[in-house]
């Protein structure tokens, strides 16, 4: 390309430069002498050190005369023989170099390149494979992790718990509560109340519509009972209406006699098992306490701690 010739668009415009100093700044459209140029040329660089190139940013030029641009084209000059087949003619920049080298590339830098992409999409898809593996190795870890702590926790309250139920019965968070000013008390122990009073409440409700059932079967039998009574008062004679009443007594009695050696026998059993002061309490007062939740024991350590709580309150009065 000519220095006289610049591309604008897609045409060949020639610029005439000075007849006088040969420069391309300015034209010879009037009379020039060396002054003139001179001052011409003084005033050019005036203007264009004020200029900023639109592509590199810097003073001093335009982006028609930018180095930066300059050097790009040439790298690309010397690299574009080296994508095509053959030599061609420099196309028009508007079409771009990206056109020119997909229209010329060699059949061997395709494979090369074809063969690079696939390379480089099986080292992706391994990657990925990896991130993957390792993505789900760690959240197993984390599973393990959370797992393992569940268990140690579970092992921990296990301990807990026999502990004190060792030491307060198997009704200890009941008790713990108010000894010694809830010293062993705990979250564990809370819920456990929490669990229990639930519980009872559900025991309490079924006891009731037992108790209820009961009473309801009690009250038909002696509807039954007075109707069958009523019903051979009229049918029988005499006597065989007083045979019939005792024999009904004597099986009355039996089921009566059934229910208190029952009952007597569960009192033997229990004070055969029950440690010493829990059969004494249930000879003086007939209540067979559950001796596995230690309510004596309880009992008399809440004496203890009252005693205790009496004597720091007058030794603080002292």
Not at 52 to 72: L, M, Q, S
Request: aromatic share 10%; glycine share 2%; charged share 40%.
């Amino acid at each position: 390309m000519s220095d006289f010739t610049v591309v604008r668009s897609n045409k060949r415009v020639k610029i005439v430069g000075c007849a006088f100093c040969q420069s391309k700044r300015h034209s010879n459209w009037t009379e020039h002498n060396k002054e003139t140029c001179e001052r011409k040329s003084r005033e050019h660089e005036e203007k264009m050190a004020e200029i900023v190139c639109n592509y590199c940013k810097e003073r001093g030029h335009t982006i028609k005369f930018c180095p930066k641009i300059a050097y790009k084209n040439q790298k690309l000059e010397a690299d574009f023989p080296a994508l095509i087949q053959t030599p061609v003619k420099k196309a028009e920049p508007s079409k771009g170099w990206a056109n020119i080298v997909t229209a010329n590339r060699k059949e061997s830098v395709v494979a090369a390149v074809e063969k690079a992409n696939e390379e480089q999409k099986k080292a992706n898809e391994e990657q990925k494979r990896k991130q993957k593996e390792e993505k789900e190795r760690k959240h197993a870890e984390y599973l393990a992790r959370i797992e393992a702590k569940k268990k140690r926790a579970e092992e921990e309250e296990s301990r807990y718990v026999n502990e004190m139920s060792e030491r307060f019965g198997c009704h200890w968070f009941n008790f713990v509560e108010y000894y010694r000013d809830g010293e062993f008390d705990s979250t564990i122990a809370a819920n456990l109340r929490y669990k229990y009073e639930m519980e009872q409440e559900r025991l309490e409700w079924e006891s009731e519509k037992r108790e209820q059932q009961m009473m309801k079967e009690i009250d038909e039998k002696i509807k039954r009972k007075e109707e069958e009574e009523e019903h051979n008062r009229k049918t029988m004679t005499p006597e065989q209406f007083n045979k019939w009443y005792w024999e009904k007594q004597e099986e009355e009695w039996e089921e009566d006699d059934d229910y208190f050696s029952n009952h007597l026998s569960a009192v033997g059993t229990y004070s055969m098992y029950a440690p010493p002061e829990y059969a004494t309490n249930a000879y003086i007062t007939s209540q067979m306490l559950n001796y596995h939740a230690k309510p004596l024991e309880n009992r008399r350590l809440m004496a203890e701690w009252e005693k205790e709580k009496e004597k720091e309150k007058e030794q603080k009065k002292k």
